[in-house]
């Protein structure tokens, strides 16, 4: 469960430091999103 977390203040600092304003979040959080489907199925592949 921690490996969901613990991108969350790396992302938060990519934020702050870039300059970036709080438009990009939801293509932050997509992107999350995205790439924790993408590592479950990958995952699943591996399993198999």
Do not use: Y
Request: zero cysteines; proline letters at 6%; charged letters at 10%.
């Amino acid at each position: 469960m921690m490996a969901i977390h613990i991108p969350v203040p790396f992302v938060f600092l990519l934020r702050i430091f870039s300059g970036l304003n709080w438009t990009v979040i939801p293509l932050l959080v997509l992107s999350d999103v995205a790439g924790q489907i993408a590592g479950g199925r990958l995952g699943k592949r591996d399993a198999q």
